[in-house]
């Protein structure tokens, strides 16, 4: 079975420095993997996406991933964190069907 | 502007009375689908549609129903809701294998 782990319930971090939100994956086949990002009464909001090629994917708000094949990860980086990036933030992988996976979420919190 | 609207936003009712929340998208996607979202186990899909007159369960279909009857439209329906339905629920479209626009989200109580 298709599964999405996120190892982490809560990541905090402070402001300027580095972030990663860690992602593993469990699928049949090429993965087709995802990261959700949701802002408190919001919606999700599609960040970024890998489905073939570099294993460094770019996404919106300076956000990236890195797809790792040989350790099943996806994990969410951003080189310099912002108070503004605190949200709760979802992988997921989509299966053969076309539905989403998603992983239990991680609390990111940026502190100034 | 691509959306995806759902409706009503926020839903307090009472155990047993019916209610529908609505769900419409403007990008003319074939597939689309209702997740709910609990605190620690992250969004599960309820059912979903692949398109006109086709849906199939999701991994927690028990309790819901829907309907495709146009492309844009998506409606879930709860004929009997208890209180273990109190959640956070979001409509998504998306064409296939790119991923997904979802919906505000609309909060249910039932008391």
């Known amino acids: 079975a298709q599964s999405v782990a996120q190892p982490e319930d809560q990541v905090n971090v402070a402001e300027g420095n580095p972030l990663t939100v860690k992602c593993t994956y469990s699928?049949?086949?090429?993965?087709?993997l995802f990261w959700y990002v949701q802002y408190p009464n919001r919606g999700l909001q599609f960040l970024l996406k890998?489905?073939?090629?570099?294993?460094l994917v770019k996404g919106s708000y300076g956000f990236e991933a890195e797809f790792n094949k040989s350790q099943t990860s996806f994990h969410l980086k951003k080189p310099s964190a912002l108070v503004s990036d605190s949200a709760l933030y979802f992988c997921?992988?989509?299966?053969?069907?076309?539905?989403?996976?998603f992983g239990q979420g991680t609390e990111l919190s940026v502190k100034p | 502007e691509a959306q995806v609207t759902q409706n009503p936003r926020y839903l307090i009712t009472v155990t047993g009375k019916k209610l529908t929340v609505t769900c419409s998208q403007n990008?003319?996607?074939?597939?689309m689908s209702w997740y709910r979202q609990d605190p620690g186990l992250g969004l599960r899909q309820i059912y979903y549609?692949?398109?006109?007159?086709?849906?199939d369960k999701g991994d927690v279909p028990e309790g819901y129903k829907v309907s495709r009857k146009e492309k844009r439209n998506f409606p879930l329906i709860l004929e009997s809701p208890s209180p273990n339905q109190t959640s956070l629920y979001f409509c998504?479209?998306?064409?296939?294998?790119?991923?997904?626009?979802f919906g505000q989200g609309t909060r249910l109580t039932v008391v």
């Open positions: 998504a479209s998306s064409p296939s294998g790119v991923g997904a626009f």
């Open positions: 699928v049949s086949g090429n993965p087709y």
């Open positions: 890998y489905i073939t090629g570099d294993n």
């Open positions: 997921a992988v989509r299966d053969l069907g076309g539905k989403l996976i």
């Open positions: 990008m003319n996607h074939e597939y």
């Open positions: 549609s692949m398109n006109v007159e086709v849906t």
